[in-house]
């Protein structure tokens, strides 16, 4: 399996680059992004870009890939609604609608979060946004889209949140999150475990197309 994947930097992004360079299954990774990884391979190739809702001179580099990893996500904090859409919904979907034209038979993965409103009509801006993309994306004409809803997600291995308030968070949280996978280990993911799951759907799929944190759990322990 070859794999795009977005957001590499970004806490759930540096667990599925990780995942995905040690997997001897998968043979090509392409890293899309505005900032490099800082991580070598035989099989990583990067492309560097300020405007990543515009890939047209590109094309070329996006074809012939089997599934697309799309980890790249900011923080809804202090921002307003437009702002918020432009860089979640318009960043996505111009992407994946380039990438289903060039890769009819590829698997899109999009990690949404716990909470997001399918519906749109919610009270909460960022969740009726994320429900607005997953909505969207599951039209456009891939082989097929699988939606992940993580909830809390622990890093391992040394990798960290860019956002410095999710990186206290984590810090302070250490503790609980021990306790929380004793007592309900389908509710806390890590970094690990998410992409685990994440190879498991693309290689071979899943029997839903939405996947919460218990569904997640389930696939990164059959992995």
């Known amino acids: 399996m070859d794999v795009i994947l977005f957001g590499a930097t970004g806490m759930v992004g540096q667990g599925a680059l990780r995942a995905c360079l040690a997997d001897a299954r998968i043979g090509r990774v392409l890293v899309i992004g505005r900032t490099p990884t800082g991580v070598s391979h035989p ?25 697309c990893f799309w980890c790249l996500g900011v923080s809804s904090f202090r921002m307003d609604e437009a702002r918020y859409t432009k860089t979640t919904y318009d960043l996505t979907l111009a992407a994946a609608t380039t990438l289903s034209r060039l890769n009819p038979a590829m698997t899109f993965v999009f990690v949404s979060g716990a909470g997001a409103d399918s519906s749109e009509r919610g009270r909460v801006m960022w969740a009726r946004v994320k429900g607005r ?5 599951r039209c456009l ?33 250490s503790p609980l999150f021990t306790a929380l996978k004793w007592a309900v280990p389908h509710w806390v993911l890590t970094t690990d475990s998410l992409a685990r799951a994440m190879i498991r759907v693309g290689r071979e799929g899943a029997d839903q197309t939405l996947l919460e944190a218990r569904d997640i759990h389930a696939l990164s322990q059959r992995s």
Do not use: C, M, W
């Open 141 to 173: 004409p891939f082989k097929a889209v699988y939606v992940f809803r993580p909830g809390a997600i622990q890093p391992l291995r040394g990798i960290r949140s860019k956002t410095a308030s999710y990186r206290l968070i984590y810090r302070l949280a």
């Open 43 to 67: 099989k990583l190739r990067e492309i560097i870009r300020a405007d990543l809702a515009d890939h047209a001179d590109i094309e070329a580099d996006l074809a012939g890939y089997d599934a």
């Open 133 to 137: 993309t997953e909505n969207a994306v």
